[in-house]
């Protein structure tokens, strides 16, 4: 069994800065690549950002140049500069292994003036 749990998630102001961080424990012998997904109210879970074993990153248009996603063994970063209101959702981790995908439980990231 994988768990993930997430940190870091709260209420900011519009232009602040937040860091979620998610740490995988447990059946883990190899982790593939390791994900930020937010869904907001009445729409569908998204990417926000993605990491590969190789260091390799992709994000969605709309967090380019404002997140930044990284790793350390068994925890993943978000780090958000510049946060929008239309940053506000809930922010699930994700980990893929050898034995499948993980999500942690969600992390709550309210941006509002």
């Known amino acids: 069994q994988v768990q993930l749990v997430e940190s870091g998630g709260g209420l900011v102001q519009p232009g602040e800065s937040l860091r979620l961080s998610c740490a995988a424990s447990?059946?883990?012998?190899?982790?593939?690549?390791m994900g930020w997904y937010r869904q907001a109210p009445g729409n569908q879970r998204g990417l926000v950002a993605t990491i590969s074993i190789g260091g390799g990153t992709d994000y969605a248009d709309s967090v380019k140049g404002r997140f930044t996603i990284s790793r350390e063994r068994n925890t993943v970063y978000l780090q958000m500069n510049s946060l929008r209101p239309e940053d506000t959702a809930v922010y699930f981790c994700?980990?893929?292994?050898?034995?499948?995908?993980?999500w942690g439980q969600g992390s709550q990231v309210t941006v509002s003036s």
């Open positions: 994700n980990v893929i292994v050898g034995t499948g995908s993980y």
């Open positions: 447990g059946s883990i012998f190899s982790i593939h690549a």
